[in-house]
């Protein structure tokens, strides 16, 4: 069975904002945010959209009060991207997104992704799986992802032989998954953090 790397990632939170400390408003923003986002009628929402739709929603509040304390400018949008709540910083009309937030290669990201999604759950009792950009640095991976992972498939196609590729953060690896699936061939994860990577193997 291929594997999928659907748990989230687990980073080093210390440096989620240079100048601010992580658990100060990690704690701050997730206090304010569990007293003021209530269900209306009292009750948690039972179909799959209007969960995602819930965690958007708690996880937009989240990042939005972090953003105040840290005082940096951006929007946030939300969405539902497959089975997945998407929640992106966005660069707003008062200025950009600071790039702090995404880090070197993605990993502050990573880390700000881990915070928002405890958030959630500590909202709805739910464990999340939503995705969170920043300044589109997921979307631009996404893409060259994609063009990796099909110069690899073309290679397993054509020789038979299983190709082993560079380590990858989930999100990557999920991408290169889901484009092997798609290709009709085979999947796995293999190796630990921080060396893991996907094997594409012959169908």
């Known amino acids: 069975m291929t594997e999928q790397d659907t748990s989230p990632v687990e980073q080093d939170s210390s440096s989620v904002v240079e100048a601010t400390t992580q658990d100060e408003l990690a704690q701050e923003a997730t206090k304010d945010l569990t007293g003021e986002v209530e269900v209306e009628g009292g009750s948690r929402a039972t179909t799959p959209t209007s969960l995602l739709e819930r965690e958007g929603e708690v996880a937009a509040d989240f990042l939005e009060q972090l953003l105040d304390i840290a005082d940096m400018d951006g929007d946030i949008d939300v969405d539902i991207d497959g089975d997945r ?6 660069d707003s009309e008062e200025g950009r997104v600071s790039r702090r937030l995404v880090g070197s290669d993605g990993k502050v990201l990573e ?12 909202s709805t009792g739910e464990r999340s799986r939503l995705m969170l950009d920043v300044a589109g640095y997921r979307a631009e991976r996404r893409a060259s992802v994609v ?14 032989e299983k190709v082993a590729m560079d380590p990858m953060t989930a999100f990557e690896r999920k991408v290169v998954h889901d484009e092997v699936l798609a290709a009709g061939l085979v999947s796995a994860s293999e190796g630990v953090e921080p060396q893991r990577h996907v094997v594409i193997l012959p169908s």
């Open 147 to 160: 063009t990796v992972a099909q110069a690899a498939i073309l290679v397993v196609k054509s020789t038979g």
């Open 111 to 122: 880390a700000l992704q881990e915070l928002t999604r405890l958030a959630v759950q500590a």
């Open 85 to 90: 709540a998407a929640v992106a910083i966005v």
